[in-house]
């Protein structure tokens, strides 16, 4: 067991291995996220970014290193209990269920609910603390959803969103966890440039509110405007890392990730 204290960063990859067949997608990756941090992860096209964040949430398991969140190791952890103990991710494409509302989407992804045992629907459905359980939920995800200027869609269809819109509703959903600390995938990817900047000011407004944020993004102005610090991945392997905008000079990331 590692102990956790106020130094250490909530979350650390230590000598990080996957290979798929011949072909080492990540080699000997450390990473470092603080806590109440935006931190960035940068990179060209098969840097390894997306296998990290597989490994680091367990989707895939790493052949050598160590994960470890809020002071204990999680490699061995299975992706939903890791999902349990507050780290949380998005996927490039956004991953909504097409044809659940978008409240149902956001209901969906709260832990912990007294329904989620097939015994318990049987037994409890409708006394009191159940509805009262329903209620909290529902202000809740209204709460979000109000946020995110989705309060008005909470009937529609998520698969009628656009695509900018599904982001912003993954993200929400992914509140519905109470993180401590979510992994974004490309949150600008396809998105439209008034969309990217609603997006951009909810995290800054949720990391405020104490939620870390690691970042894959290859839309610079947004890993400028947002990140504390930036890691950079090359051929599966750490480059180098430091605040955005000596990272954004560097000769060795200008030759690797801008093609300069």
């Not at 990391?207 to 400028?224: A, P, S, Y």
């Not at 000769?251 to 300069?260: D, H, I, T």
């Amino acid at each position: 067991m590692v102990d956790s204290n106020p130094s250490s960063p909530l979350l650390a990859a230590n000598g990080l291995n996957k290979a798929f067949g011949g072909i080492k997608a990540v080699r000997d990756v450390n990473i470092q996220v603080e806590l109440g941090s935006i931190t960035g992860l940068i990179g060209p096209n098969g840097a390894g970014k997306t296998t990290l964040f597989n490994l680091l949430c367990n989707f895939i398991s790493p052949d050598r290193g160590t994960v470890i969140f809020d002071g204990q190791p999680i490699q061995s952890l299975p992706c939903h209990t890791i999902a349990l103990q507050g780290m949380v991710r998005t996927f490039q494409v956004a991953r909504v269920l097409s044809r659940l509302s978008v409240l149902e989407n956001m209901l969906l992804a709260a832990p912990h609910q007294t329904g989620e045992k097939l015994r318990n629907t049987w037994l409890f459905a409708r006394r009191p603390s159940i509805v009262k359980e329903e209620k909290h939920l529902r202000d809740r995800a209204m709460l979000i959803l109000e946020s995110v200027g989705m309060s008005h869609m909470t009937h529609a269809y998520a698969g009628s969103l656009s695509g900018g819109q599904r982001k912003l509703l993954e993200i929400a959903r992914a509140l519905m966890a109470d993180p401590k600390l979510i992994l974004l995938d490309e949150p600008a990817a396809g998105v439209n440039p008034t969309l990217i900047k609603q997006i951009c000011e909810h995290v800054k407004a949720w990391n405020k509110q104490g939620i870390t944020f690691l970042i894959i993004e290859h839309n610079m102005d947004v890993i400028m405007s947002l990140c504390d610090r930036v890691w950079v991945l090359a051929e599966g392997q750490n480059l180098t890392s430091g605040p955005p905008a000596e990272v954004q000079t560097n000769p060795e990331v200008l030759k690797a990730y801008l093609g300069q």
